[in-house]
Nanobody, 127 residues
Framework: QVQLVESGGGSVQAGGSLRLSCTSS????????ISWFRQAPGKEREGVAS????????FYADSVKGRFTLSRDSAKRTIYLHMNSLKPEDTAMYYC????????????????????WGEGTQVTVSS
């Protein structure tokens, strides 16, 4: 059973930065996709950023493109989400999720397809 643990959330002023971490109990190489999703109260879960097995490709939601960046430390089984120029609308619970085997034709932000989820880390951005 794969377990994912997120950390790094907190409260910041608009324009500030945070770095979220997602540490997996399993090697990152066992996942086709590793992604971050977020969900704000009263809103649907949305994809934020996603990367493939070896970090060769990444995909970012338009709302965070240019502000958020993924990185990894495979030896530590950890994916990082660097969040810069944070906005109040970034306020949400952020979840790490992994997909062992992506379905053919699947999209990176199809949250229903993901196998494993962390419990989330809260990010709050004040005006």
């Amino acid at each position: 059973q794969v377990q994912l643990v997120e950390s790094g959330g907190g409260s910041v002023q608009a324009g500030g930065s945070l770095r979220l971490s997602c540490t997996s109990s399993d090697t990152l190489y066992n996942f086709d996709y590793i992604s971050w999703f977020r969900q704000a109260p009263g809103k649907e879960r949305e994809g934020v950023a996603s990367t493939d097995t070896f970090g060769e490709a990444t995909f970012y939601a338009d709302s965070v493109k240019g502000r958020f960046t993924l990185s990894r430390d495979s030896a530590k089984r950890t994916i990082y989400l660097h969040m810069n120029s944070l906005k109040p609308e970034d306020t949400a619970m952020y979840y790490c999720a992994t997909l062992r085997r992506a379905p053919r034709g699947g999209t990176w932000f199809d949250w229903s397809a993901y196998d494993y989820w962390g419990e989330g880390t809260q990010v709050t951005v004040s005006s």
